[in-house]
């Protein structure tokens, strides 16, 4: 089945700086890559996702980078800020089959 | 249109019980899924329910059961509850056709 492989698992940088996670995964049919961000004690919550006939897609200080031939995506935040201190999660399905998630990535923006 | 609302939000029960856990998806959602979330293994998925019938199911034992109503309501149960059961356990709702997933707040479950 599919396996969604996600790195780091922790990242620290300094507000302004930019922050890279990175996944992989490992049935190439999957056609579906959303991310979430959960605050603590708070819901997941969508903050971007990307289809496989869409190699990049933007929104303001996020992005998201799709290598179908390798199979991995990312997420790029640029010029981070305190707010955006939580746990990003990746995942990966087939269609509207199920989404198996990446293990989080905690990520800290040290003002 | 309200979100996703699971009930109850925490609760304590004993190794040995059992426990029914509820969500209501969002008006119009039909398809239901639920997640265990464990600090250590992430976001696992438990199954998946549309129109009433399941359509997925994760690697979980069979204590693990769910059902879907005919108003999508959702309920899971989890019997002979052990020590490890214990998590934040996440409903999702879907619109069909559609990828995006809603999750709902959750319930905190601890097995004493």
């Known amino acids: 089945g599919e396996n969604v492989e996600q790195h780091p698992s922790t990242l620290s940088v300094q507000e302004g700086d930019s922050a890279v996670i990175k996944c992989t995964y490992s049935?190439?049919?999957?056609?579906?890559f959303p991310w979430y961000k959960q605050e603590l004690g708070k819901r997941p919550q969508l903050i971007i996702d990307?289809?496989?006939?869409?190699g990049e897609k933007k929104d303001q200080r996020i992005a998201v980078t799709l290598n179908k031939t390798a199979k991995h995506f990312s997420l790029h935040i640029t010029e981070t800020q305190p707010e955006d201190s939580a746990v990003y999660f990746c995942a990966a399905s087939i269609g509207t089959d199920k989404l198996i998630f990446g293990t989080g990535t905690r990520l800290q923006v040290f003002p | 249109k309200a979100g996703v609302t699971q009930t109850p939000r925490y609760l304590i029960k004993t190794r040995g019980q059992q426990v029914t856990l509820s969500c209501s998806p969002i008006s119009g959602h039909r398809s239901v899924s639920w997640y265990q979330q464990t600090p250590g293994q992430g976001l696992q998925f438990l199954f998946e329910y549309f129109s009433e019938t399941q359509r997925n199911k994760g690697n979980f034992p069979g204590r693990f059961s769910g059902r879907q109503f005919s108003n999508s309501r959702s309920e899971m149960n989890v019997s002979t509850l052990e020590l490890g059961d214990s998590a934040l356990y996440l409903c999702?709702?879907?619109?069909?056709?559609?990828?995006?997933?809603?999750f709902g707040e959750g319930s905190w479950l601890t097995v004493v």
């Open positions: 049935d190439s049919a999957s056609n579906y």
């Open positions: 990307i289809r496989s006939n869409v």
């Open positions: 999702a709702s879907r619109e069909t056709p559609g990828n995006t997933i809603y």
